[in-house]
């Protein structure tokens, strides 16, 4: 088992940054991807970014590169996400996710086994 614990989320104004954290406990961080997804009530969850185990790996979704940067610090179990020039549809629950996988990083939810409870990121107008 990995438990997941998401942090950093708040209420911020356009063009403005925050940074989530993810912390895991648990089985060995350093032998998962990591990825962070995000929900819109009533939509579907969607990815948002992801990193391989060792961190040389990244990936993005359309909407966030250039202005999101995923890194992790094996050290400390954590995975962060540096959100800057936030924009209202920003607005959603963020999650981060543990992938077995060793090959690099992936976007399908599918492939993640471990979730955290999310931490709530709103960006105003």
């Known amino acids: 088992q990995v438990q997941l614990v998401e942090s950093g989320g708040g209420l911020v104004q356009a063009g403005g940054s925050l940074r989530l954290s993810c912390v895991a406990s648990g089985r060995t961080f350093s032998n998962y991807a990591m990825g962070w997804f995000r929900e819109v009530l009533g939509k579907e969850r969607e990815f948002v970014a992801a990193i391989s185990w060792g961190g040389a790996r990244t990936y993005y979704a359309d909407s966030v590169k250039g202005r999101f940067t995923i890194s992790r610090d094996n050290a400390k179990n954590t995975v962060y996400l540096q959100m800057n020039s936030l924009k209202p549809e920003d607005t959603a629950v963020y999650y981060c996710?543990?992938?077995?996988?060793?090959?690099?990083?992936?976007?399908?939810?599918?492939?993640?086994?471990?979730w955290g409870q999310g931490t709530q990121v709103t960006v105003s107008s």
């Open positions: 996710a543990a992938d077995p996988f060793r090959g690099g990083a992936r976007a399908a939810e599918r492939y993640y086994d471990y």
